[in-house]
């Protein structure tokens, strides 16, 4: 993996599984930067041992806003031209990381979303409506081209991070989905590579909280929808 790219890891109380993913990630040669989002579990104590940069935030605030500040760290490096964003959970696997990378190169896209492999037996109904739901509505009213809008398995070019971040106010969840519709609006080219997820029934690292957090996800959908 080449030293112009940096790792972003929002993590907020993700147990053990935050080690994993960093053991998953030992030959990556580019920085690797964790923001804590005001964890109380212990689970980023690993950090202190690691050759990784941490952010912390002394409180909760939202993967928005943990993703905003380390792809803000990223960009203090110069060298850096990829920004890649995963979860800490474990549900992305480090070893397909130079797949995203990739189709990032050989597409010149300004945004890869990981188009996840999901087995269906595995995932709750609601889950899946969901997500397929998100995917219709971006695709018939908004013409984006993803099947998948939800995965947080994500390559950004150092000019869309830029210029994302510059207008960007943060939240949770739905900060995700207004990365896409960012990218729809300014005409940015968008990619998907397939990825798998390790996807774990009653996953308790999981903090997406379905009604909370599908309401901000569809508000941001309709406000776009009304400009």
Same mark, same amino acid.
């Given at each position: 993996?080449p030293? +112009?790219t940096?790792?972003?890891?929002?993590?907020?109380?993700?147990?053990?599984r935050?080690?994993s993913?960093?053991n998953?990630l030992?030959?990556?040669?580019g920085?690797?930067?964790?923001v804590?989002?005001? *964890?109380?579990?212990?689970g980023?104590d690993c950090l202190?041992?690691?050759?990784?940069?941490?952010?912390r935030?002394?409180? +909760?605030? !939202?993967k928005g806003?943990?993703?905003?500040? !380390?792809?803000?760290?990223a960009?203090q490096?110069?060298a850096?031209?990829?920004?890649?964003?995963?979860?800490?959970?474990g549900? /992305?696997?480090?070893?397909?990381?130079d797949?995203?990378?990739?189709a990032? $190169?050989?597409?010149?896209?300004?945004?890869v979303?990981g188009?996840?492999q999901?087995?269906? $037996?595995l995932?709750?109904?609601?889950s899946r409506? !969901?997500?397929?739901?998100?995917?219709?509505? *971006?695709? /018939?009213?908004f013409r984006?081209p993803?099947s998948?809008?939800?995965? !947080?398995?994500r390559?950004?070019s150092?000019a869309?991070?830029?210029?994302?971040?510059?207008q *960007?106010?943060?939240?949770?969840?739905?900060?995700e989905m207004e990365?896409?519709l960012?990218?729809?609006?300014?005409g940015?080219?968008?990619? *998907?590579?397939?990825?798998?997820?390790?996807?774990e029934?009653? +996953?308790?690292?999981? /903090?997406?909280?379905?009604?909370?957090?599908?309401?901000?996800i569809? $508000?941001?959908?309709?406000?776009?929808?009304?400009?």
């Amino acid at each position: 993996m080449p030293q +112009n790219t940096a790792i972003v890891i929002p993590c907020y109380n993700a147990g053990n599984r935050l080690e994993s993913v960093l053991n998953g990630l030992t030959s990556f040669e580019g920085p690797v930067i964790v923001v804590d989002d005001g *964890s109380t579990d212990g689970g980023t104590d690993c950090l202190s041992e690691r050759t990784v940069q941490a952010l912390r935030f002394p409180e +909760n605030r !939202g993967k928005g806003h943990a993703l905003l500040a !380390g792809i803000r760290e990223a960009l203090q490096h110069e060298a850096v031209q990829r920004i890649v964003l995963m979860d800490a959970d474990g549900q /992305h696997d480090p070893g397909e990381v130079d797949a995203l990378l990739s189709a990032s $190169r050989s597409t010149g896209a300004a945004l890869v979303v990981g188009a996840r492999q999901i087995d269906r $037996r595995l995932m709750p109904l609601r889950s899946r409506f !969901g997500n397929v739901l998100t995917a219709w509505i *971006s695709a /018939h009213v908004f013409r984006c081209p993803l099947s998948d809008t939800q995965c !947080g398995f994500r390559v950004l070019s150092r000019a869309f991070a830029e210029s994302f971040l510059a207008q *960007s106010r943060g939240g949770r969840y739905e900060t995700e989905m207004e990365m896409i519709l960012f990218a729809l609006r300014e005409g940015c080219v968008l990619a *998907s590579a397939p990825v798998a997820t390790v996807y774990e029934p009653g +996953n308790r690292s999981s /903090h997406f909280r379905k009604i909370r957090d599908s309401f901000r996800i569809y $508000r941001v959908l309709l406000r776009a929808w009304r400009r």
